[in-house]
């Protein structure tokens, strides 16, 4: 298995609403990543799990809450999202540091209304 | 994190060589040159990267100039396929590094 799976792959959701977004991958990979992607940009660094531990906060708002529970599944919490959360939303995974390539997932496109 | 200048976007044609160039003057000695691109609707995919010597994979090669400060993704045979955003990236390979995009360069392939 050499893909990383996201999960759902639209989702809508009003600013009220409390929602997850999955991503699993099973290659062996000990560092997973979040990454947000506005239309037309590049994806930003959201956050990043290396051995299932926080290591990397680019300070994301609270309203956003990753969740690594085991090393194949990565896990991001929505809680009264702001229009202006809706994005693509991008999970990728690698052996832990930039020598070794990485393996991004085809993201969620969230939509908050 | 160093910086990379890319163009914004070339155009090439079907089943003729692309060059795409990056320039980093201020890469360090410990950042690896990555290369990545983005398909329309898809997710980032790994194209290639190299620390000082040239690489070939099965998608490109990676020409490395001797000082470093810049770098030419190569793309043998275009396809209408590679049509996509290539992003040139630099990060310390550390074991807590990781990878920052910049704005990447479009690439259309004419039929």
């Known amino acids: 298995d050499t893909e990383v799976t996201q999960t759902p792959k639209h989702l809508v959701m009003g600013m009220t609403n409390k929602k997850s977004l999955k991503c699993e991958q099973h290659?062996?990979?000990?560092?997973m990543y979040w990454y947000k992607q506005k239309a037309k940009k590049p994806p930003e660094l959201m956050f990043v799990?290396?051995?299932?531990?926080?290591?990397i906060n680019e300070s994301v708002p609270s309203r956003f809450s990753p969740e690594c529970p085991n090393s194949s599944l990565l896990n991001l919490h929505l809680h009264a999202l702001q229009p202006e959360d809706s994005a693509l939303y991008l999970c990728?995974?690698?052996?832990?540091?930039?020598?070794?390539?990485?393996?991004f997932g085809s993201g969620t496109r969230l939509t908050v209304v | 994190d160093a910086k990379t200048t890319q163009p914004n976007s070339m155009e090439s044609n079907e089943e003729e060589p692309v060059h795409l160039p990056c320039n980093h003057s201020?890469?360090?000695?410990?950042?690896?040159i990555h290369w990545y691109r983005q398909l329309p609707s898809q997710g980032p995919e790994y194209v290639i990267h190299g620390l000082t010597s040239n690489v070939n994979n099965r998608m490109a090669s990676l020409a490395i100039a001797e000082d470093r400060k810049s770098s030419t993704l190569i793309l043998h045979r275009a396809t209408l396929r590679d049509a996509a955003v290539y992003y040139c990236?630099?990060?310390?390979?550390?074991?807590?590094?990781?990878?920052?995009f910049g704005k990447g360069t479009k690439l259309s392939v004419k039929p």
């Open positions: 990236i630099l990060n310390y390979g550390g074991s807590q590094g990781n990878l920052i």
């Open positions: 201020t890469i360090s000695g410990t950042d690896y």
């Open positions: 990728a995974s690698s052996y832990p540091g930039t020598v070794y390539g990485y393996t």
């Open positions: 799990y290396s051995y299932e531990k926080l290591s």
């Open positions: 290659m062996g990979h000990r560092a």
